[in-house]
């Protein structure tokens, strides 16, 4: 399985739709800084068939030091983002289960 990274998603969309490169990067970029500006809001973002994004809580807990195991580290509560996919994206990625298994081999 290949890493997509943002600039070779660029490349195929500027190819696709025959804007320019800086164009689809400005709007990609754009579109993230959207995301990330409402969720450091608190807001979720949910784009249909796709998936949503939304801002949860983790506890505080304690943890161990593997150097130290009898030494406790406290681990503080925490904002993370939970990405839940939508339908399409879940049946879509349910097929490439032969893929993955074939690339194990």
């Not at 801002?55 to 943890?63: L, N, P, Q, R, S």
């Amino acid at each position: 399985m290949a890493t997509i990274t943002k600039r070779e998603l660029v490349i195929k969309i500027s190819n696709e739709t025959g804007l320019t490169q800086q164009q689809v990067f400005d709007v990609i970029q754009r579109t993230l800084d959207s995301i990330t500006d409402s969720l450091s809001s608190g807001d979720t973002v949910v784009m249909r068939n796709f998936g949503a994004f939304q801002v949860k809580e983790t506890k505080a807990k304690i943890g161990r030091n593997p150097k130290d195991p009898d030494k406790d580290v406290p681990i503080p509560a925490r904002a993370v983002v939970k990405f839940k996919p939508g339908k399409e994206m879940k049946e879509q990625v349910a097929r490439t289960l032969p893929l993955i298994r074939e690339r194990q081999k």
